[in-house]
T-cell receptor, first 110, second 113 residues
Framework: KAGVTQTPRYLIKTRGQQVTLSCSPI?????VSWYQQTPGQGLQFLFE???????NKGNFPGRFSGRQFSNSRSEMNVSTLELGDSALYLC?????????FGQGTRLTVV | GENVEQHPSTLSVQEGDSAVIKCTYS??????FPWYKQELGKRPQLIID?????GEKKDQRIAVTLNKTAKHFSLHITETQPEDSAVYFC????????????FGIGTKLQVIP
């Protein structure tokens, strides 16, 4: 069974631009969560989608948004990028309680 | 909301010694506590978990204990090996009508050969 796939793996953007990240969950998993990982802040929860509906949301500004499609694939969008948005963005798909993480997208904002 | 505190943030041990990482949580309704290991450049992977109706769980050299009264849980690694070097994250999970996971900040464990 294929694991969680995130694309792209690396991304460099300029301040003010917007970016879209993609996550394909494990087949059959309907829950997809997004996390921001930085050295000083650990894993911070962004939001969770389940059956195309946002089920939970973390404490991030409205510049961070997401959506989920009928095939459970999810996208995360960050608008008006700031230098502080540079991080590893991880998605995880879940069935029941165990979360399976993707390799992440390393976003660098310059 | 839930708040998970994890310490220490870094831990160095000699190969063969034990390592202990501790986490506390704030929401007494949390009922599932997984631990994830993230090796350098790799994705976090579940290594062990415990549910609120259990006080201790072991898997070879790894064990997790849970004290619901004190709202803290700990990861114990015995006979540490260099391949145990990684960042370890604890998490508190609230399941029910909706599910929410809060992660600790992570502990960087270095096992010195």
């Amino acid at each position: 069974k294929a694991g969680v796939t995130q694309t792209p793996r690396y991304l460099i953007k300029t301040r003010g631009q917007q970016v879209t990240l993609s996550c394909s969950p494990i087949s059959g998993h309907r829950s997809v969560s997004w996390y921001q990982q930085t050295p000083g802040q650990g894993l911070q929860f962004l939001f969770e989608y389940f059956s195309e509906t946002q089920r939970n949301k973390g404490n991030f500004p409205g510049r961070f948004s997401g959506r989920q499609f009928s095939n459970s694939r999810s996208e995360m969008n960050v608008s008006t990028l700031e230098l502080g948005d540079s991080a590893l963005y991880l998605c995880a798909s879940k069935v029941n309680t165990e979360a399976f993480f993707g390799q992440g997208t390393r976003l660098t904002v310059v | 909301g839930e708040n998970v505190e994890q310490h220490p943030s870094t831990l160095s041990v000699q190969e063969g010694d034990s390592a202990v990482i501790k986490c506390t949580y704030s929401d007494s309704a949390s009922n599932y506590f997984p631990w994830y290991k993230q090796e350098l450049g790799k994705r976090p992977q579940l290594i062990i978990d415990i549910r609120s109706n259990v006080g201790e769980k072991k898997d070879q050299r790894i064990a997790v204990t849970l004290n619901k009264t004190a709202k803290h849980f700990s990861l114990h690694i015995t006979e540490t090996q260099p391949e145990d070097s990684a960042v370890y994250f604890c998490a508190a999970f609230l399941s029910g009508g909706y599910q929410k996971v809060t992660f600790g900040i992570g502990t960087k464990l270095q096992v010195i050969p």
